[in-house]
């Protein structure tokens, strides 16, 4: 992640094009600095072509008259004088291989006993990069100028192939753009900036020589002048004259020109204007904490145990899976004024469950982008465009609703997705119902006095209607919430020491022939194929308990059930609770054939008994591993919701899903039976367009290696349905379920939770947030280290990942917890 220093000052320089005097420009920038009494370093990630023409080389040739404050350092060095990744690709498959290490130039061995390298990937370019900063940032307590410049255009590729600024965003560095200044170049700056835009760089200046013919640097000064963005216009460089000695002359005569002693004209001129902007920048950062806390109030915090600048956690940046946290307000010590202003902190919640492929994924930015171009918003009722009908194609046809569902509401987020699917199921009990209530008006039985059936510690949402399908908790509720229903203890699945437990309600233990409250089912492919555990003597334990407490729950009071709401697999914010599937899978095959409502039971294709609603926001499309947990319990919904990964954590985007059966309830000529719900963002274009564009990121991501091989650490064989298994280490698991301090773990998919052994105090507990509070901060004297941002539920702790967290990072992590749990053993 990025890195940012009170006394050194870092900018990137890109370039619009190839040949448009980069390196010429940044050298003139690296002088002036140096002529300000500034220590200078220059940094070339990646050179190509021979060592007399390295921009390294050039840098130093043209220091000037304070060439011992310049320090100028390739990282990757290769002979080919062609584009990174070629070169790469060629000297890589030689037996000549570059060799590097940290912060110092590679260099060329010809041997055949060195061996063949392979082709150093974004990561270990990046890093490479962030290193060598922070090594000169300690080097030196005076402030200091850095310039750290690309090779040819914004978009030429890196070493691995991938184009540089995509590769180097990581490093969020406030950047420079060199103009081009010859025929077309108006439209490649401009294009250049977007792209850098797009990606959300910083871009604090351009330089563009001043070329009378074109004239370009009218244009581009005028234009980014609109954009507050200071333009610097320098005199261009005399021709290139064949006399070596002579063309040497005249270069430096050149730069005497543009950068004099006087320290006058544009290039000093734009370094005061970089200086400002880097001390505005860390001003900005240094007053969020105080200025947030008197203006922002924030969602699920308690604001009388924040009150303190150092408990705000400022975010400068985010991308992959890391956020950058500005740590200036918390370290404010001499002895770290050398430290980083800016330090990486993995993001452990997936920002709420949201984030799928990493923060800023460049595809994503991308098609969110191409539909706000397109489209921006448009209507939705009686409309159609193309993102919003595909994404409906995709999730009915060959998404989480092939085989059942056949209609696509697109709403907002999950909230409001459960909103849609609660006032589908109940409208389609109502109708179902209408005969028997006109026949039953002198019991005071009324349409509108339906309730949800479901289980204790659900959450379906903070909208009001969707908190009304949830038991009054006292955590999740507010003075308008009216609980509308009966809730089921449901039994729970965990590891202990090693082996699978199901922990079963008093009341279901006490119909077992044991009364154990707690039972060893199996191993976790066993426990999680709920369709071979329906014969077992556990599944008619749970029929029996289920079919008793409907008939009880039915024949009294005046609460008539109307629809089963489940979060199936796991229940996220009531604790990340797992239940047992098969308790699940019982629980729809029971309401769904049960006398308790019988006469709701249609033909076959619709729904029976209760309809049945899915919500899916938090466990669905590959958040536990598979596409959809119906793949666990065996059974479809008539109803589901899908949000959070859908669009991979950029945009709020919802769509629930049904089958004609529950459509036809509001299907007719009268519109006042219609379903008349909705709100101005309906089918949002743009979160549209980056849905399909994560789900078809997705689908490819499953068929890759790195899924295959978490899937194998767990002994999952593709031809064994259901396919449970987690990217979190099957090994670490084990280990983590036998720590004192834990008294239950479970993982699944991108999902590892942990109870606090000895706490029974629940939501209301702190005992996870002062265990590990160590996390949050990164190891000392590490470079690759980064604190933990996660999240607790009371006395539990969970850290997610994304669905392409790499699994190195996944073993830092787990590496660091038991490090937390287990402090004397290590």
Not at 73 to 84: I, K, N, Q
Not at 482 to 508: C, E, H, Q
Not at 633 to 652: E, F, M, Q, Y
């Amino acid at each position: 992640m990025s890195v940012l220093f009170h006394h050194l000052r870092v900018h990137q320089v890109f370039g619009a094009n190839t040949d448009v005097g980069k390196t010429l420009l940044t050298a003139a920038l690296a002088r002036a600095s140096s002529l300000t009494g500034k220590a200078v370093y220059y940094l070339k990630p990646v050179s190509t072509g021979p060592l007399q023409d390295a921009d390294d080389e050039y840098i130093k040739r043209f220091a000037g008259p304070k060439a011992s404050s310049i320090q100028s350092r390739c990282l990757f060095r290769y002979s080919d004088p062609v584009s990174p990744h070629l070169a790469a690709q060629r000297e890589h498959g030689a037996e000549e291989a570059p060799v590097s290490s940290g912060s110092s130039c590679s260099a060329h061995i010809l041997t055949a006993s060195v061996p063949k390298l392979s082709i150093p990937s974004d990561g270990t370019l990046v890093n490479a990069i962030r290193s060598h900063i922070r090594d000169c940032a300690r080097a030196t307590r005076v402030h200091a100028h850095m310039y750290v410049e690309t090779a040819g255009g914004v978009h030429s590729p890196t070493l691995s192939g991938s184009t540089q600024i995509d590769a180097y965003r990581p490093l969020f560095l406030p950047t420079i753009l060199i103009g081009d200044h010859k025929l077309g170049g108006i439209s490649a700056t401009i294009s250049s900036y977007e792209s850098l835009l797009v990606r959300g760089y910083i871009v604090d200046a351009v330089m563009v020589f001043r070329e009378e013919y074109y004239r370009n640097w009218e244009y581009l000064r005028s234009y980014f002048a609109e954009r507050d963005i200071n333009v610097a216009v320098v005199d261009p460089p005399p021709s290139k004259l064949e006399n070596p000695a002579r063309n040497l002359s005249s270069t430096d005569k050149y730069y005497r020109n543009i950068v004099p002693e006087s320290q006058q004209g544009p290039v000093f001129d734009l370094l005061n204007h970089l200086d400002n902007r880097h001390a505005t920048r860390i001003e900005e950062l240094s007053t969020m904490p105080q200025r947030t806390l008197d203006h922002i109030w924030w969602p699920f915090v308690q604001h009388g145990l924040v009150r303190e600048e150092k408990d705000v956690n400022v975010i400068d940046s985010a991308s992959g899976d890391e956020f950058s946290i500005f740590n200036g307000h918390r370290v404010q010590t001499p002895a770290d004024s050398t430290s980083s202003l800016l330090e990486p902190q993995f993001d452990g919640s997936a920002s709420w469950w949201t984030q799928a492929l990493g923060h800023a994924h460049p595809a994503l930015t991308m098609a969110a982008a191409r539909a706000a171009g397109r489209y921006g918003h448009v209507m939705f009722p009686q409309g159609s465009h193309l993102p919003a009908l595909r994404l409906a194609e995709r999730l009915v046809k060959s998404g989480p609703g092939k085989g059942w569902a056949s209609r696509a509401f697109i709403s907002d987020n999950g909230s409001t997705g459960m909103e849609v699917a609660l006032k589908m199921a109940l409208r389609a009990f109502s109708v179902r119902e209408r005969e028997h209530w006109s026949n039953k008006e002198s019991t005071g039985e009324k349409p509108k006095n339906l309730g949800i059936l479901g289980l204790k510690g659900s959450y379906h949402g903070d909208t009001i209607g969707a908190m009304d399908a949830c038991e009054d908790s006292g955590v999740y509720t507010c003075e308008w919430h009216d609980a509308k229903g009966y809730w089921f203890d449901p039994p729970t699945i965990g590891i202990r020491n090693d082996k699978m437990v199901v922990s079963l309600p008093p009341a279901i233990a006490a119909l077992t022939e044991s009364g154990e409250v707690e039972i060893n089912e199996g191993r976790i492919q066993e426990i999680y194929d709920a369709e071979s555990r329906l014969d077992s003597n556990l599944a008619d334990v749970y029929r029996t308990f289920i079919q008793d407490m409907l008939i009880k729950i039915t024949s009294q009071g005046d609460l008539k059930l109307a629809a089963l709401v489940l979060e199936p697999v796991v229940m996220g914010a009531g604790g990340m609770i797992f239940v047992d599937p098969l308790f699940q899978r019982v629980l729809v095959d029971s309401v769904r054939t049960s006398p308790c409502f019988s006469r709701t039971v249609r033909k076959e294709g619709s729904w029976s008994g209760l309809p049945v609603i899915f919500d899916e926001v938090f466990t669905g499309l590959y958040r536990l591993g598979m596409e959809s947990t119906t793949e666990v319990l065996g059974v479809k919904p008539d109803i589901s919701v899908n949000a959070k990964i859908l669009t991979g954590g950029l945009v709020p985007l919802a769509v629930t899903l049904t089958n004609e059966s529950i459509f036809a309830a509001f299907y007719g000529e009268d519109k006042a039976i219609a379903l008349l719900h909705g709100h101005s963002y309906t089918a949002y274009p743009v979160g549209c367009e980056v849905a399909n564009e994560t789900l078809k990121i997705i689908e490819k991501m499953a068929q890759g290696d790195a899924w295959a091989q978490a899937k194998a650490a767990w002994q999952v064989g593709e031809d064994q349905p259901p396919r449970v298994w987690s990217f979190w280490d099957p090994a670490f698991i084990g280990a983590l379920s036998k720590c004192e301090a834990v008294g239950e773990v479970m993982t699944m998919g991108t999902v590892l939770a942990l109870k606090i052994a000895g706490d029974s105090q629940g939501y209301q507990s702190h005992s996870a947030q002062k265990l590990l509070e160590g996390l949050r901060v990164a190891a000392k004297d590490d470079d690759a280290s980064f604190g933990i941002n996660y999240r607790t539920l009371g006395n539990v702790a969970y850290f997610m990942l994304s669905l392409n967290t790499p699994a190195d990072k996944v073993r830092h992590i787990e590496d660091r917890i038991w490090r937390t749990l287990r402090p004397a053993e290590v």
